[in-house]
C-alpha cells in the first residue's frame, strides 16, 4: 500500500472517503451506496460504523467533543482507506482527507491486484457511468450553446426552469394535474 500524491498518476480514479451526511462515506462525483459498490460486507460495517462515530463525536455546533474523538476518527479513516485502496486495486486512489485541523490529506492506493475483483468491477463501471454521464452533458453544452439551465427534481418529477418565470411553471403544474 502506497500513500501517493493524487497528481501522481492522472489516469487513476480517485473514491473520495468522507463523510457527509449521505449514508455513505464514498464519493466519486456523488455519493455512492454501498450497495453498488462490491466491497466486503465486513468493510461496508466497518465505514458505516466509522460514520456513525464521526456524527457521535460532535456536539450540537458540530465541534469535536474530545480531542481524543477528534484523533481517533482520522486514525480510523486512514485505516479504512487502506482497507478500501486493497479491495478496489491500483487503479484507483482512496482519498480521506480529515476534519482533524494538523492532518493532511491521505491519497492511498494498493500495490498489488485487487483483492475483492467484485468491487473493482463495481467501481470500474461507476467511474464508467460516471464519466459517460459527465460527456453526455459537455455534449449537450456544445450542441445548445446560449441555451438555458433547468432544474429536475427526479423523485418528484418537477422541472424548473427559471426563464418561463412563475406563471408559465404553474401553468406546467397545473397541466400534469
Do not use: C
Not at 479504512?80 to 480521506?96: I, T
Not at 464519466?131 to 450553446?145: F, I, L, M, T, V
Amino acid at each position: 500500500m502506497t500513500d501517493v500524491h493524487s497528481a501522481d498518476d492522472a489516469s487513476l480514479r480517485t473514491i473520495r472517503m468522507f463523510p457527509d451526511y449521505a449514508d455513505t462515506v464514498l464519493w466519486i462525483s456523488m455519493p455512492i451506496d454501498y450497495e453498488d459498490t462490491g466491497l466486503s460486507e465486513w468493510l461496508v460495517a466497518e465505514l458505516e460504523a466509522w460514520e456513525q462515530s464521526y456524527y457521535d463525536s460532535l456536539d450540537s455546533d458540530f465541534e469535536w467533543v474530545t480531542a481524543t474523538a477528534e484523533r481517533t476518527y482520522t486514525e480510523e479513516g486512514v485505516r479504512l482507506a487502506r482497507f478500501v485502496a486493497a479491495e478496489v486495486g491500483p487503479q484507483f486512489v482512496v482519498e480521506f482527507s480529515s476534519h482533524e485541523v494538523s492532518a493532511e490529506t491521505v491519497h492511498m492506493r494498493s500495490e498489488h491486484s485487487a483483492e475483492n475483483p467484485k468491487a473493482e468491477a463495481a467501481f470500474t463501471r461507476l467511474f464508467d457511468e460516471a464519466e459517460a454521464e459527465k460527456r453526455e452533458a459537455e455534449e449537450r453544452r456544445r450542441n445548445n450553446p446560449g441555451g438555458s439551465w433547468i432544474a429536475y427534481a427526479p423523485l418528484s418529477g418537477t422541472v424548473f426552469d427559471p426563464n418561463q418565470g412563475l406563471g408559465a411553471q404553474q401553468e406546467h403544474e397545473e397541466d400534469r394535474s
